[in-house]
């Protein structure tokens, strides 16, 4: 096997993480031997689609057996190992904080030369550049996050609820299933990197774009402008099962996935 060997790390995997992992064991590796690596992702709940990703690939490379691991607490679990150095060969993270530290203690494979790159978009590569403050490329985003709100079809059927298309109407439908005892939002701001989710979607479209250009000119000028988006996320977080950061991520997509909250 090949010595001392960097990751590939990627922030949304696909497909294509597994043509790339093909192309890079295989230049030390005799096609005949069976090669076994393994990917590491960092969302429990996509393990269906992984498991799919990975079955596909084996089949069209039999000589190469992917292990897929996909625990509840990533973050620690890959702190862990990388401590310990049993750092997996591919590894999907978000695009956040995390991804930048572990960017920048140089264990990640240099990709910025790899031809693979030029099958993404640029927008995507800057964005990558931008978030770790350096030209080099150590992962590979291969799509966007959409930002909404997700609701519940079936509790939504069950109870013949119109979806809620104003914040007046959000507002008022939580009231009303709160006021029946039901949850209307599970919130995991354990992991605060989840706050952005409600923060991002209402501060794009209530604060002026000006404020989001943070300069040495401007600093503390849009203030202000943070002021009703916080001020709504607090009135969400009244409609929420409580206690919102005693709850992890997976702990609230798991109860929404189980029909907890609407």
Do not use: C
């Not at 049993?86 to 956040?96: N, Q, S």
């Not at 590979?140 to 298309?165: C, E, M, R, T, W």
């Not at 209530?206 to 009703?228: C, T």
Request: no cysteine; net charge positive; aromatic share 14%.
């Amino acid at each position: 096997m090949i010595k001392n060997k960097k990751i590939f790390i990627w922030l949304i995997v696909i497909l294509v993480i597994m043509l790339a992992a093909w192309s890079f064991f295989s230049k030390s590796e005799s096609p005949k031997r069976k090669i076994n690596i393994e990917l590491f992702e960092f969302k429990p709940e996509a393990g269906g689609t992984f498991r799919q990703l990975v079955d596909r690939f084996e089949k069209q490379n039999p000589n190469i057996h992917v292990e897929l691991s996909a625990p509840g607490d990533a973050y620690t679990v890959l702190k862990t190992r990388m401590v310990k150095g049993k750092a997996p060969d591919l590894i999907g993270l978000g695009g956040e904080q995390y991804y930048v530290d572990y960017a920048k203690s140089n264990i990640f494979a240099d990709l910025s030369n790899d031809s693979l790159i030029k099958k993404f978009s640029p927008s995507y590569i800057k964005s990558m550049q931008y978030l770790q403050n350096d030209n080099k490329i150590y992962g590979v985003p291969y799509v966007a996050n959409v930002s909404g709100v997700l609701y519940n079809k079936q509790l939504f059927a069950k109870d013949h609820l119109q979806i809620p298309k104003t914040w007046d109407q959000l507002i008022a439908l939580s009231k009303s299933l709160k006021s029946q005892g039901k949850t209307p939002f599970y919130m995991g701001y354990k992991d605060d990197w989840t706050i952005q989710s409600s923060f991002g979607p209402l501060a794009a479209n209530l604060m002026n774009p000006k404020a989001f250009v943070i300069s040495n000119n401007n600093i503390g000028k849009y203030d202000k402008q943070y002021n009703l988006p916080l001020e709504r996320m607090k009135e969400l977080s009244k409609y929420s099962q409580g206690d919102v950061f005693s709850y992890n991520y997976n702990d609230a997509t798991s109860a929404f996935a189980q029909g907890k909250s609407y």
